[in-house]
């Protein structure tokens, strides 16, 4: 079991930056594939980004790809998400998950959620 607590959520004027940290429970965060979604008000919860156990895969939403960078230290068990030249589009709750499978920078399937952090983007 793996729980996962997302802060650094807040709101930020279009153009600005927030970096979400994500922080896991247990000794095995080194072996999980981790990833980012969002839900915005009224729609279905999306795929943002995804990062392999060691880092060495990652993979974006087509939307954030060149803005958003995915990042994590393992001995911290802790993963990022660096949010640059935000967008009144981004505005969401934004959670964190994890997925057993680690070996991958997968888009689904992850099998352990966070509560989630709002992040609003003002234009």
């Known amino acids: 079991q793996v729980q996962l607590v997302e802060s650094g959520g807040g709101l930020v004027q279009a153009g600005g930056s927030l970096r979400l940290s994500c922080a896991a429970s247990g000794r095995t965060f080194g072996n999980y594939a981790m990833g980012w979604f969002r839900q915005a008000p009224g729609r279905e919860r999306e795929f943002v980004s995804s990062i392999n156990w060691n880092g060495g895969r990652t993979a974006y939403a087509d939307s954030v790809k060149g803005r958003f960078t995915i990042s994590r230290h393992n001995a911290k068990n802790t993963v990022f998400l660096q949010m640059n030249s935000l967008k009144p589009e981004d505005t969401a709750v934004y959670y964190c998950?994890?997925?057993?499978?680690?070996?991958?920078?997968?888009?689904?399937?992850?099998?352990?959620w966070g509560q989630g952090t709002q992040v609003t983007v003002s234009s």
């Open positions: 998950a994890a997925d057993r499978a680690g070996a991958f920078a997968p888009s689904e399937g992850f099998d352990y």
